[in-house]
């Protein structure tokens, strides 16, 4: 896949506060893809250090994984965005404590098919026309957006709106969080995204930059 550009951002690991302890039992870990890679690696490294214990890495974003946290479901939850006041109420009124671990910055990239050869670069303002609210049935083709790009069809993939991913790229692109067409192919699960890209020439999508690296040369 071919890089277009890519914006940092803060990820975070949000640990629960003395649910669990000893070297038996069960860690269960749910919620940023982004921050996935991480923990995959760390949760490996801990499992050699103590195999009795069962630990579960899932990605349902960063909203599902803080939604699971506050109900009790999981022990720690990646995030790659701050936790809001109302998650953290949630997890006060459930009697949940916790501390917030920042453990990395991550990049978010934007990506093109690496067939596609008109594309060189994007700015931010062609990003928030093919990506505001009101782009939605309407920017449907690359020539739409510049003139001089092709006349072909404008497919595009993001993480769904339970991703800090998806939360930080309407913030900073569209201008106010969670402002999005919807007509795209949304997946909490990067590499779909990537797949997607990989497979369509006329595709345009955004995930972590982790998962650019690992198949760049797709």
Known sequence: MKRLVIIFVGSALIAACGQRTGISGRVAIDGSSTVYPITEAVAEEFLRE????????????????????????????????????????????????????????????????????????MTVEELRT????EAQGTITRWNQVDDSWPDRELNLYGPGVASGTFDYFTTAVVGREGASRG???????????????????????FFGFAYYHENQDT
């Open 130 to 133: 093919i990506w505001e609210p």
């Open 183 to 205: 007509d795209y192919t949304a997946s909490e699960d990067d590499n779909v995204l990537v797949q997607g890209v990989a497979g369509d020439m006329n595709a345009l999508g």
């Open 50 to 121: 103590q195999p009795r214990v069962r630990v579960t890495v899932g990605t349902s974003g960063s909203g599902g994984g803080f939604q699971k946290f506050a109900a009790g479901e999981i022990d720690i939850s990646d995030a790659s965005r701050p936790i809001k006041q109302s998650e953290i109420e949630k997890a006060e009124a459930n009697g949940i404590h916790f501390i917030e671990l920042p453990v990395a910055f991550d990049g978010l990239s934007v990506v093109v098919n690496p067939e596609n050869d008109w594309v060189d670069y």
